[in-house]
């Protein structure tokens, strides 16, 4: 049915369609590309500048990828930002977005808030949120996103040459050690503001992505933690990656400390705390200073931290030339030890 409907509502509360209709109002106007946005059977696009098409689906469940007492703007926001990192990690440039929301209460509030912190990266983006389902149950929010490369340019997972360097462009561990405040009630500790802001409302490498189009052999976005999506670029492309452990860049261990954290377990957080959504690609040698003046403009610094070796699976040196092994590779929803 229309949103029009919404008006036939005949009680007090807010039912599916005015809610639909709040969450639409907070979305206005970000492309001109919608032929015929929220309101239909379907949204109409009009793919201009597509040469293919890159699709993502991303769902937060409640408890599991945000602490239940995030901030509904946060939520919206997170939504969001999840999958536009999946679009990043292919290079792609994000045009649309659908929204499957299944909330336990009809609360016009919160819905509201939550689709302004949608809408606040989706403008900061170019991200059109055309369409969506509305339901009632456990809170999960479920984002589809659309989004543009140019043919056969897309980033892959399966690209990485032995000899490439593994590289990212930012700091690992933040939202882990942000998310560790708030279990420890220190929501409000300034000391946390940083990590927690990068938790609640990571901000995907789009540009980054983007300029690594023809350059980068392989990228991927790590969310589940950087020695387990590594992982996944190793098996991809039938290679090992070695890690040096003193280059990979983790939060400061006197902010650790705060919490009762010790040094390893900041590194730890690093290697496979999660929820950073940055950017880990790999680049022929002779490219690295080109890719660090590139990386330098978006304001951001590029870090060389390993390098891509013959065999499999990912292994992480010391400076003084040992192995290190992490406490926890990284989250892994039906792992053995599922996320602990
Ligand atoms: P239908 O019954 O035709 O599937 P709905 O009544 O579920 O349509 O939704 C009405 C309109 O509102 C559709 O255009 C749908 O895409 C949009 N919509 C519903 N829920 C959402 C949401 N959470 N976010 C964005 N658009 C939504
Ligand atoms: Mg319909």
Same mark, same amino acid.
């Given at each position: 049915?229309?949103?029009?409907?919404?008006?036939?509502?005949?009680?007090?509360?807010?039912?599916?369609?005015?809610?639909?209709?709040?969450?639409?109002?907070?979305?206005?106007?970000?492309?001109?590309?919608?032929?015929?946005?929220?309101?239909?059977?379907?949204?109409?696009?009009? *793919?201009?500048?597509?040469?293919?098409?890159? !699709?993502?689906?991303?769902?937060?469940?409640?408890?599991?990828?945000?602490?239940?007492?995030?901030?509904?703007?946060?939520?919206?926001?997170?939504?969001?930002?999840?999958?536009?990192?999946?679009? !990043?990690?292919?290079?792609?440039? *994000?045009?649309?977005?659908?929204?499957?929301?299944?909330?336990?209460?009809?609360?016009?509030?919160?819905?509201?808030?939550?689709?302004?912190?949608?809408?606040?990266?989706?403008?900061?983006?170019?991200?059109?949120?055309?369409?969506?389902?509305?339901?009632?149950?456990?809170?999960?929010?479920?984002?589809?996103?659309?989004?543009?490369?140019?043919?056969?340019?897309?980033?892959?997972?399966?690209?990485?040459?032995?000899?490439?360097?593994?590289?990212?462009?930012?700091?690992?561990?933040?939202?882990?050690?942000?998310?560790?405040?708030?279990?420890?009630?220190?929501?409000?500790?300034?000391?946390?503001?940083?990590?927690? !802001?990068?938790?609640?409302?990571?901000?995907?490498?789009?540009?980054?992505?983007?300029?690594?189009?023809?350059?980068?052999?392989?990228?991927?976005?790590?969310?589940?933690?950087?020695?387990?999506?590594?992982?996944?670029?190793?098996?991809?492309?039938?290679?090992?990656?070695?890690?040096?452990?003193? !280059?990979?860049?983790?939060?400061?261990?006197?902010?650790?400390?705060?919490?009762?954290?010790?040094?390893?377990?900041?590194?730890?957080?690093?290697?496979? =705390?999660?929820?950073?959504?940055?950017?880990?690609?790999?680049?022929?040698?002779?490219?690295?200073?080109?890719?660090?003046?590139?990386?330098?403009?978006?304001?951001?610094?590029?870090?060389?931290?390993?390098?891509?070796?013959?065999?499999?699976?990912?292994?992480?040196?010391?400076?003084?030339?040992?192995?290190?092994?992490?406490?926890?590779?990284?989250?892994?929803?039906?792992?053995?030890?599922? =996320?602990?």
């Amino acid at each position: 049915m229309p949103v029009g409907a919404a008006h036939i509502a005949v009680h007090d509360m807010p039912d599916e369609f005015e809610l639909i209709r709040r969450l639409a109002a907070t979305q206005r106007g970000v492309r001109e590309d919608v032929v015929l946005g929220i309101g239909d059977d379907g949204a109409v696009l009009a *793919p201009t500048r597509v040469s293919e098409l890159v !699709a993502v689906c991303d769902t937060l469940v409640a408890g599991r990828h945000f602490p239940l007492d995030t901030d509904a703007f946060a939520i919206g926001w997170k939504a969001l930002a999840v999958n536009l990192s999946d679009l !990043a990690a292919m290079g792609a440039m *994000p045009q649309w977005a659908l929204l499957a929301l299944t909330l336990p209460e009809r609360d016009a509030a919160w819905v509201e808030r939550f689709g302004t912190g949608f809408a606040a990266l989706a403008k900061m983006s170019s991200v059109a949120l055309v369409g969506g389902d509305t339901t009632r149950g456990p809170l999960t929010i479920t984002v589809t996103a659309l989004g543009a490369v140019a043919s056969g340019r897309a980033l892959r997972r399966d690209g990485a040459q032995v000899g490439d360097h593994v590289c990212i462009a930012g700091v690992l561990g933040e939202a882990a050690l942000g998310l560790r405040a708030v279990q420890a009630q220190r929501r409000d500790d300034p000391a946390f503001a940083h990590c927690i !802001a990068r938790l609640d409302r990571p901000e995907p490498q789009l540009a980054l992505g983007q300029a690594l189009v023809g350059i980068a052999s392989a990228c991927i976005d790590v969310s589940d933690g950087l020695v387990a999506d590594l992982g996944h670029v190793a098996i991809a492309s039938g290679v090992g990656i070695r890690l040096d452990l003193d !280059a990979i860049p983790h939060p400061p261990f006197e902010l650790g400390a705060r919490l009762g954290l010790d040094a390893r377990t900041i590194v730890d957080l690093a290697l496979g =705390g999660g929820d950073d959504y940055l950017l880990a690609f790999t680049l022929d040698p002779a490219q690295i200073d080109e890719v660090r003046e590139r990386v330098a403009a978006l304001g951001l610094d590029l870090r060389d931290i390993g390098v891509v070796v013959p065999g499999a699976g990912v292994s992480l040196i010391t400076r003084e030339g040992g192995d290190y092994v992490p406490a926890r590779a990284g989250f892994n929803h039906f792992g053995n030890d599922d =996320g602990e």
